[in-house]
């Protein structure tokens, strides 16, 4: 009898360690944590941009309205917060990212105002603040890549057997989170004339 119980009782354990009910839990905290990521690049960013426009403002005065499209592209992108508990709302999360998407036109504009200065392309500050800025959008990239794929497993476990069970019942505020989507028309190159 003794020996029945301690059967039942490894077995009752390993099923429930193999029944997936932490799975979604712990994908879950994957994804807010590479969301976690894709704010730090989007800081980081933020931060970088006062001290380009300062350089190029120092060389191109006559751009000021570039300028101040970048300065308020970035206001506007630092105001516009979600955290890790808001990503399953996708009008935030649009709202988000299409304020990122903002910035990140605008500074491509400010970029190639730059080519009109010869002085500014040689200055070392904008050579290492456009370095810094151009690695930025490379880590931007990277940790939207990998927040999409810490999502894609979420919501796969989220609607897979046996973890959607627990999705439709002792979890059921588990909701799906979204991914970033290429903006409109990031399929044709930007046109900068002078």
């Known amino acids: 009898m003794t020996r029945l119980r301690v059967f039942a009782a490894i077995a009752a354990a390993l099923t429930l360690s193999a029944c997936g009910y932490n799975t979604i839990p712990t994908t879950q905290e994957k994804a807010k944590t590479a969301w976690g990521e894709v704010q730090n690049q989007y800081q980081r960013r933020a931060d970088l941009i006062p001290n380009l426009v300062a350089t190029v403002q120092g060389y191109a005065k006559q751009e ?3 300028l101040t499209a970048v300065t308020e592209a ?3 992108a630092t105001s516009v917060n979600i955290s890790a508990d808001d990503i399953t709302d996708p009008a935030k999360f649009e709202q988000f990212q299409q304020a990122q998407n903002q910035l990140t036109g605008v500074l491509g504009r400010l970029l190639a105002i730059s ?3 010869p002085d500014l392309k040689s200055n070392q500050n904008f050579l290492a603040l456009q370095s810094q800025l151009e690695g930025t959008e490379n880590r931007i990239a990277i940790a939207r890549r990998d927040y999409n794929e810490a999502v894609r497993v979420y919501n ?4 897979t057997f046996p973890t959607i069970i627990w999705a439709k019942t002792l979890q059921s505020d588990a909701k799906p ?3 970033f989507a290429a903006q409109a028309g990031s399929d044709v ?4 004339s002078f």
């Open 64 to 66: 000021k309205e570039v």
């Open 74 to 76: 970035r206001a506007r």
């Open 115 to 117: 080519e009109n200065y």
């Open 156 to 159: 796969t476990e989220l609607r």
């Open 177 to 179: 989170m979204p991914i």
């Open 189 to 192: 190159a930007p046109k900068v």
